[in-house]
């Protein structure tokens, strides 16, 4: 195995690829086997690439891939509900 990594980075050399480049042509490769080889079940291929599924999900929207959802932050207060405050 450790031959194989030797002659991929000495191809991405060759090819003037930059580090972050080649990170993204492997994190997008790994996540599209493992989604694939799970049938596009995210927990599973999560366990399977060793991250979290919300990681999993982030990445999957950074590369276009599949359903992955976009960090969105939550509203405090849903609209026409407002939280009381406590008083002292």
């Known amino acids: ?3 194989k990594f ?3 980075v000495d191809q991405l050399f060759g090819g003037n690829v930059f580090l972050t ?3 993204e042509i492997l ?3 790994m996540i599209q086997r493992a989604l694939t080889e799970n049938g596009g079940n995210q927990c599973a291929a999560s366990k399977q690439l060793g991250i979290h ?3 999993l999900q982030k990445k999957m929207a950074l590369y276009d891939l599949g359903n992955g959802r976009p960090h969105v932050r939550k509203p405090l207060a849903r609209a026409g509900r407002v939280r009381k405050r ?3």
């Open 53 to 55: 599924r919300n990681t």
């Open 1 to 3: 195995m450790r031959e």
């Open 27 to 29: 994190e997008r490769s």
């Open 6 to 8: 030797d002659g991929l």
């Open 21 to 23: 480049e080649a990170i």
């Open 86 to 88: 406590k008083t002292a």
